[in-house]
């Protein structure tokens, strides 16, 4: 059993939170027994546990990424393309190297490094086509006993011969990696064709038959990213009246699907998607990046369309969630709307876990949920803690951390309990 004093912030649910300026979170074989004000709690809890203090720190749940590529990191920051030309001329060159198993363990630590050390705790991640990359995710996250989505990303068109798998391969190789990764640990298995334009029809039906055999899998895939995708998507699939019917047509949109980037839907798509209970996945820094375009943050919270952020690494430019939904509030006002601190906090822990439909497990410190959770140190960034000093509300210090706050101020993680420590 461990208990933390300290400041701690979390929300109940998209409305309301819970704040307590000198609160107390215990913890029991890494699950929450109990939190709220110190005071209320002391004298039941002093007595039985050991009370790390930490009342300088800002306690909260551990942040969430929906969607970020694990074997993509070394191409970050790579100059001068579109999505499609970024993909031939970077991406599909480095994610062949993923048939390695020794490299892609390696990659794969080290990307999970980098998610930890920038407070991620949960997310969605794509390999490349290969079992050894799937592998080293579902593995190393093991290790970790790190909540996590992964699936083996499906191509078999449009992509180099080396990453197009053969398409009667796509259930058996499916199926075998469900049957090994889904429900272990902490790890679900996420169907994840790349999208439309690197899948065939036989491909999509073969996802089709797995989702059908085990519907509990959830799906990830991209979606209306940029027009030329769009453009292709339709010359494709000409019998489709719209992508997101593509991936309708083959019975994959659904409560569980995780669908990316979403910035150039049609009113029609946009009632659809919101019929369908499917996710969207607000991936700011990578559609600034990449000049994908601006997702409409707005609409998506006003018509309460289950929504989370993601740092779609390697086209986002920071493993930060903090830059991340930093760039989510600069998006959302070059589009004329003003969302504020806290919704995007709640967007990266309660409702990114909603999103991905863990919110029975993670999210925030209901009794019984997975204690998986950071501390904020402003004092690690001079210019934060002296933002702080003028600070008059909660929110107006939740802002100031978020836009100007960076890994930097991640003093430490803990999953399930657990303390990761990193060195500088």
């Known amino acids: 059993m461990k208990a933390f004093r300290s400041r701690i912030f979390h929300f109940l649910n998209r409305v309301h939170y819970e704040y307590f300026e000198d609160g107390l979170l215990i913890i029991h074989q890494g699950l929450v027994k109990a939190v709220g004000h110190y005071e209320d709690l002391k004298e039941e809890w002093s007595q039985q546990v050991e009370i790390v203090d930490e009342r300088d720190k800002l306690l909260m749940p551990g942040f969430i990424d929906a969607h970020i590529h694990g074997v993509q990191t070394a191409v970050m920051a790579s100059y001068g393309a579109d999505l499609l030309q970024w993909l031939e001329e970077y991406t599909f060159p480095l994610e062949s190297q993923f048939s390695d198993a020794d490299f892609a363990?390696?990659?794969?630590?080290?990307?999970?490094?980098?998610?930890l050390k920038n407070g991620t705790t949960t997310a969605a991640i794509y390999s490349s086509v290969h079992q050894e990359s799937l592998e080293a995710i579902m593995e190393e996250a093991l290790r970790l006993n790190m909540r996590i989505q992964a699936g083996k990303t499906n191509m078999d068109r449009n992509a180099p011969t080396n990453l197009c798998e053969n398409t009667d391969d796509t259930y058996l190789v499916g199926e075998k990696l469900i049957r090994k990764y889904e429900g272990k640990g902490r790890l679900n298995y996420l169907l994840t064709p790349r999208f439309a334009i690197t899948s065939t029809p036989e491909q999509l039906v073969q996802l089709q038959q797995l989702k059908q055999k085990y519907p509990q899998i959830g799906v990830q895939t991209h979606i209306s990213e940029n027009h030329e995708e769009i453009a292709s998507t339709k010359a494709l699939f000409p019998e489709r009246k719209d992508y997101l019917d593509v991936y309708e047509h083959y019975g994959l949109v659904e409560k569980n699907t995780?669908?990316?980037?979403?910035?150039?839907?049609?009113?029609?798509?946009?009632?659809?998607?919101?019929?369908?209970?499917?996710?969207?996945?607000?991936?700011?820094?990578?559609?600034?990046?990449?000049?994908?375009?601006?997702?409409?943050?707005?609409?998506?919270?006003?018509?309460?369309?289950?929504?989370?952020?993601?740092?779609?690494?390697?086209?986002?430019?920071?493993?930060?969630?903090?830059?991340?939904?930093?760039?989510?509030?600069?998006?959302?006002?070059?589009?004329?709307?003003?969302?504020?601190?806290?919704?995007?906090?709640?967007?990266?822990?309660?409702?990114?876990?909603?999103?991905?439909?863990?919110?029975?497990?993670?999210?925030?410190?209901?009794?019984?949920?997975?204690?998986?959770?950071?501390?904020?140190?402003?004092?690690?960034?001079?210019?934060?803690?002296?933002?702080?000093?003028?600070?008059?509300?909660?929110?107006?210090?939740?802002?100031?951390?978020l836009i100007l706050g960076d890994d930097r101020l991640i003093d430490c993680v803990y999953l399930m309990g657990k303390s990761l420590k990193f060195e500088d």
């Open 105 to 115: 363990k390696k990659a794969t630590q080290f990307f999970f490094r980098q998610m």
């Open 258 to 401: 995780l669908l990316g980037h979403a910035i150039h839907f049609s009113e029609d798509e946009w009632k659809r998607v919101k019929q369908s209970k499917a996710s969207l996945i607000h991936c700011p820094t990578s559609n600034l990046f990449l000049g994908s375009g601006l997702f409409n943050l707005q609409k998506a919270w006003e018509e309460d369309i289950p929504l989370a952020l993601a740092s779609d690494v390697g086209g986002g430019s920071s493993f930060s969630m903090l830059k991340t939904a930093a760039a989510a509030y600069q998006v959302a006002a070059l589009r004329g709307y003003k969302t504020t601190a806290l919704q995007l906090f709640y967007l990266l822990t309660l409702g990114g876990a909603k999103a991905m439909g863990l919110d029975d497990k993670i999210g925030n410190f209901q009794i019984g949920k997975e204690a998986d959770f950071i501390l904020i140190d402003s004092s690690r960034i001079e210019l934060v803690e002296e933002r702080l000093q003028s600070a008059k509300t909660l929110e107006e210090k939740l802002f100031a951390i």
